[in-house]
T-cell receptor, first 116, second 114 residues
Framework: GENVEQHPSTLSVQEGDSAVIKCTYS??????FPWYKQELGKRPQLIID?????GEKKDQRIAVTLNKTAKHFSLHITETQPEDSAVYFC???????????????FGTGTQLKVEL | GAVVSQHPSRVICKSGTSVKIECRSL??????MFWYRQFPKQSLMLMAT?????????EQGVEKDKFLINHASLTLSTLTVTSAHPEDSSFYIC??????????FGQGTRLTVV
């Protein structure tokens, strides 16, 4: 099955700086890579996602890059703000595949703290 | 966007009792739902795949007789934690995946077994 590794486990940045979180995956069949932000006691919220036919996607201060060859994908947050503080999870799945498709495998999470 | 509703949001039960958690898709049909468990400061771990009209598929290491899953209709899946023990205390969350859009998560259920 799929195995997703995520680094770092904790990340502290100053407000206004950039934050980068990296993930690797093992299953070459994975074709959809979402990133979630989770606040304490709440459900994960999708913040950005990327499909395997795209190398980069950007949405305002958030961007995701994907290197299919190396099986790496990364989350980039620019101009960080205190409200960005949360736990971030990457995930991978093989979308559109029957018999277990869309089953998300999550990374281990990154606690991001944006300090004033 | 689509909404997945999960109840209860919090439950405290005595050791040895059973607890039922419901997951409903409110405005779409979900033939498949996923149940995850999240221990404090850890990631979401898939427990099982709930399939409407057939038996659930459990991940390795998850006891199917302890975590009973029933997918009664195209909009409802239930997870029953039987004979709960303190080590079952966790955050349980369901998800209804979509083929062409994002997966939608329920609000989660914080289970505390005392």
């Amino acid at each position: 099955g799929e195995n997703v590794e995520q680094h770092p486990s904790t990340l502290s940045v100053q407000e206004g700086d950039s934050a980068v979180i990296k993930c690797t995956y093992s299953d070459s069949a994975s074709n959809y890579f979402p990133w979630y932000k989770q606040e304490l006691g709440k459900r994960p919220q999708l913040i950005i996602d990327i499909r395997s036919n795209v190398g980069e996607k950007k949405d305002q201060r958030i961007a995701v890059t994907l290197n299919k060859t190396a099986k790496h994908f990364s989350l980039h947050i620019t101009e960080t703000q205190p409200e960005d503080s949360a736990v971030y999870f990457c995930a991978a799945t093989s979308r559109g595949v029957t018999g277990g498709g869309n089953k998300l495998t999550f990374g281990t999470g990154t606690q991001l703290k944006v300090e004033l | 966007g689509a909404v997945v509703s999960q109840h209860p949001s919090r439950v405290i039960c005595k050791s040895g009792t059973s607890v039922k958690i419901e997951c409903r898709s409110l405005d779409f049909q979900a033939t498949t739902m996923f149940w995850y468990r999240q221990f404090p400061k850890q990631s979401l771990m898939l427990m099982a795949t709930s399939n409407e009209g057939s038996k659930a598929t459990y991940e390795q290491g998850v006891e199917k007789d302890k975590f009973l899953i029933n997918h009664a209709s195209l909009t409802l899946s239930t997870l029953t934690v039987t004979s709960a023990h303190p080590e079952d205390s966790s955050f349980y969350i369901c998800s209804a995946p979509q083929v062409s859009t994002e997966a939608f998560f329920g609000q989660g259920t914080r289970l505390t077994v005392v």
